[in-house]
């Protein structure tokens, strides 16, 4: 697959979905750690309004684009968590930064980039704080870094570069959200959020190369 069309981001939002459900009580035990355990039913909720209004998007014969400005706005509203918001907002970015019927490897680079400067700036957290940017930003650069490779091969290193992010937050002390809190504690268990972050980069290698 060379290029990400609305067929394809529907399968990818499907697989992110499953994948969270599938995690649901993985996330959930992250987040009694370090937060209030509700990061797996936050987002199992929250993914399964936004497959819901991807099948609407694709069934109205969406560009990728507003399609993930319609998932990305399910997302906010269906979840009431930090996370929520923050996803959908990187969701509906990215969507406004496509054009068009496709993207390829680098429009999509550009568009999640987009996506992670306005998680940046709602959030207010940057790498080493210990959150969903820890997994988010490695994977930009990865994309960011495969220049023209096919879209399914950088999906694949994007999806490497989140986990290694995500495993990367496990020795840091949070500096944002609930884990914050905790100060010292935060340390040694690692961020739900990034955990989720790297399930959703998976999703998406894997709805392309299946
Ligand atoms: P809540 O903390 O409101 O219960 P969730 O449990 O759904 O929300 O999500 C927690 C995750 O959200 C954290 O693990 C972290 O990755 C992410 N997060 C929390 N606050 C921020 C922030 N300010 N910036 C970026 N990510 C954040
Ligand atoms: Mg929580
Ligand atoms: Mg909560």
Sequence with gaps: MGELDTAAVLVWMHAATAAVAAHEAELTALDTAIGDGDHGT???????????AA???????????????AVGGALI?????AAGPLYGTVLRT????????????????????????????????????????????PAVDALRA???????????????????????TTPLRARKGRASYLGDRSIGHQDPGATSTALVFRALAESLTT
């Design 77 to 81: 509203s269906s979840v009431g968590g």
């Design 94 to 137: 990215a969507g406004k930064a496509l054009e068009g019927p496709t993207a390829d490897t680098a429009a999509l680079a550009v568009a999640l980039g987009a996506g992670l400067d306005a998680l940046r700036r709602l959030g207010g957290a940057e790498v080493g704080d210990k959150t969903m940017v820890d997994a988010f930003a």
């Design 146 to 168: 495969a220049g023209d490779l096919p879209l399914a091969e950088a999906a694949r290193l994007a999806a490497d570069a989140a986990e290694e992010g995500m495993r990367s």
């Design 42 to 52: 936050n987002l199992r909720r929250g993914f399964a309004a936004a497959s819901l």
């Design 55 to 69: 099948e609407d998007a694709a069934a109205a014969g969406t560009d990728p684009g507003p399609f993930l400005i």
